[in-house]
Nanobody, 121 residues
């Protein structure tokens, strides 16, 4: 069984910062791409940032220059540093990863349970 557990969400004022973490555990042997998505009320889930196993990152235009994605492969963890937060960043943030299972060598795509980020104006 593979698990992605997020942490670091919360309530912050506009202009503030938060750092999200997502740790993969369980039946994992290899993690390739990892990323963060978000879903605001009444909107579709959207990609915020992604990162390859080699550290190449991409960002949604709306967060470029404010958010930074990084990963620690030794800890199977991906981070999202969010600076200069805006009320429109308010959403549930989900971790996503492509993970190959140790038990059967099958690669699958996995989601975390989500963490709420609320930015007040």
């Amino acid at each position: 069984q593979v698990q992605l557990v997020e942490s670091g969400g919360g309530l912050v004022q506009a202009g503030g910062s938060l750092r999200l973490s997502c740790a993969a555990s369980g039946d994992t042997i290899c993690i390739s791409a990892m990323g963060w998505y978000r879903q605001a009320p009444g909107k579709e889930r959207e990609l915020v940032a992604g990162i390859t196993s080699y550290g190449s990152a991409n960002y949604a235009d709306s967060v470029k220059g404010r958010f930074t994605i990084s990963r620690d492969n030794a800890k199977n963890t991906v981070y999202l540093q969010m600076n200069t937060l805006k009320p429109e960043d308010t959403a549930v943030y989900y971790c996503n990863a492509d993970i190959r299972r140790r038990s059967d060598w099958v690669q699958g795509n996995y989601w975390g349970q989500g963490t709420q980020v609320t930015v007040s104006s």
